[in-house]
């Protein structure tokens, strides 16, 4: 791959992010302006953030770290790469039940810190 392909790529996703957080906010706008503020909208906030914060850590690391490094791997040795994407895979399984047994036992100081308009 190119150099120029490659500053042309991460251009596009620089520029795609940033659209998507201006979308983002708008609809935050919105449901705001609709809503106003209480206990229907802090549970919108809640249900749609928090799985986008993990989906962010955990799928954003996946993409960025190890794709490009096990994408080199395969291509000089097919059986360590295997290996590699075995062992990852596990460690990341193992993460993603960790934060998902944490976020359920933390729901209730979740919902707390995140929605103080929530109902208990």
Do not use: C, E
């Not at 290996?83 to 399984?93: C, D, E, F, H, K």
């Amino acid at each position: 791959m190119n150099g120029r392909v490659l500053v042309r790529t991460s251009f596009l996703l620089i520029v795609l992010t940033a659209g998507v957080k201006l979308l983002g906010f708008a609809r935050d706008q919105v449901v705001a302006f609709v809503f106003g503020a209480g206990p229907i909208t802090d549970a919108f906030y809640i249900a749609l953030t928090l799985p986008m914060v993990l989906v962010s850590m955990i799928g954003g690391t996946f993409s960025t770290a190890f794709v490009p490094v096990l994408t080199d791997l395969w291509q000089k040795d097919r059986a360590a790469g295997w290996r590699t994407m075995r062992s990852v895979g596990s460690g990341y399984l193992g993460i993603v039940i960790a934060v998902a047994a944490g976020v359920v036992v933390g729901a209730p100081l979740l919902t707390h810190v995140l929605g103080p308009g929530l109902p208990p």
